[in-house]
């Protein structure tokens, strides 16, 4: 009887240890989950196809040109770029890691991951000197504090669309609305850099 007991204690003293230990490991697994949740300037909300294609035909994207798209998603306006509108190549930004991985695999399903390339990357640190389009779909903050390196580093003639949002002082060269959604697309050219604009970013 006294046998019994003992072991019924020492299993219960194992289980309890057991217990203790997978707790300390979730614990530790949400803790460092946390640490590496993606801080986002602007939340994921996908374009609709038919804004993406006006968007590139208000760029005027054809062969030849180099397509970055900051703030990629599932990476639909770089892989529409190269497949429909025959760009060399296209590049799409996005510091969420799951959106980089549906951007790859939307690549594969058509067929272009020959002419694309999807990085995990903070765009304020992305060298998009090659491209000669931009395009944005971020927030009214995120393209004011963005504008400053677009002027700075993107060569003259390159084209720039944002989706939704202006650039504050700096006037569109044309907008464009589409329907039946009523989404407002605005577009600029950077012009050429003379005195301070080349090192501060401003507009002539």
């Excluded at 650039?167 to 329907?179: C, F, H, L, S, Y």
Aim: net charge positive.
């Amino acid at each position: 009887m006294k046998g019994g007991m003992m072991k019924r204690i020492a299993t219960f003293n194992r289980l309890h240890l057991v217990g203790v230990v997978v707790c300390a490991a979730l614990t530790v697994a949400c803790a460092f989950a946390q640490e590496r949740e993606v801080k986002k300037d602007v939340p994921y909300v996908p374009t609709p196809q038919t804004v993406v294609d006006e968007m590139l035909k208000l760029a005027n994207v054809s062969k030849g040109d180099v397509v970055y798209d900051l703030g990629c998603g599932d990476g639909r306006l770089v892989i529409t770029a190269v497949k429909n509108y025959g760009a060399r190549r296209g590049v799409g930004v996005d510091i969420d890691p799951q959106r980089i991985t549906e951007s790859n695999e939307n690549a594969k399903v058509a067929g272009v991951t020959d002419r694309v390339r999807f990085a995990v990357q903070n765009l304020f640190e992305t060298d998009f000197k090659e491209a000669t389009v931009v395009t944005l779909y971020l927030l009214p903050d995120v393209n004011l504090k963005l504008r400053p390196k677009l002027l700075r580093e993107l060569k003259p003639g390159t084209r720039i669309v944002s989706h939704a949002f202006d650039m504050g002082d700096w006037q569109p060269e044309k907008t464009v609305t589409v329907e039946p959604g009523g989404q407002r697309l605005f577009l600029w050219t950077v012009p050429a850099k003379t005195g301070s604009a080349a090192t501060t970013g401003n507009v002539p």
